[in-house]
């Protein structure tokens, strides 16, 4: 089964960015950790960032159609864009939101994330083992349904 796992704005920088927050795993490692932790769950994964709003809204739309479920780090665009909660809220197969870093002990302006009301569940501060916890919960949720 296919899970695609979408990351937004700045993420594609992750190794060299904020590396005290964010870690040292680049962002390559990470698609290559989640591709791995699919396949080893059964899961065909596709891992895929932009730092164009429109084209992770226009996947979402694509995800939607497709009933593919969605591992997501909207970064960002979490704290304000009311247009990928939307999008967010048209899928129509299970919506992970991940943070790699703990949202709720940051900035305040972090504290709230608009998707978190339409994902499934929220997983956040755990690193790069949230992307992998977060595909398990998935693989397990699609073994039961
Ligand atoms: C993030 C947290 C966001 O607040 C931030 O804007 C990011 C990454 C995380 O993975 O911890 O870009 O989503």
Known sequence: RE?????????????TRQTDIYGLTSYAELA????????????????????AEHELVGWLHEAADAAVPVVLNPAAWSHYSVAVRDACAMLT??????????IHAR???RHHSVVSAVAAGVICGLGTDGYVLALTHLANRLADA
């Open 3 to 15: 899970v695609w796992v979408l990351n937004g704005v700045n993420l594609g920088r992750l190794g």
């Open 107 to 109: 900035e305040a302006f």
């Open 93 to 102: 197969a299970p919506l992970v939101e991940v943070h790699l870093s703990n």
């Open 32 to 51: 290559a950790l989640c591709e791995a932790a699919g396949r080893a769950r059964g899961l065909a994964v596709r891992v895929r960032q932009t730092d």
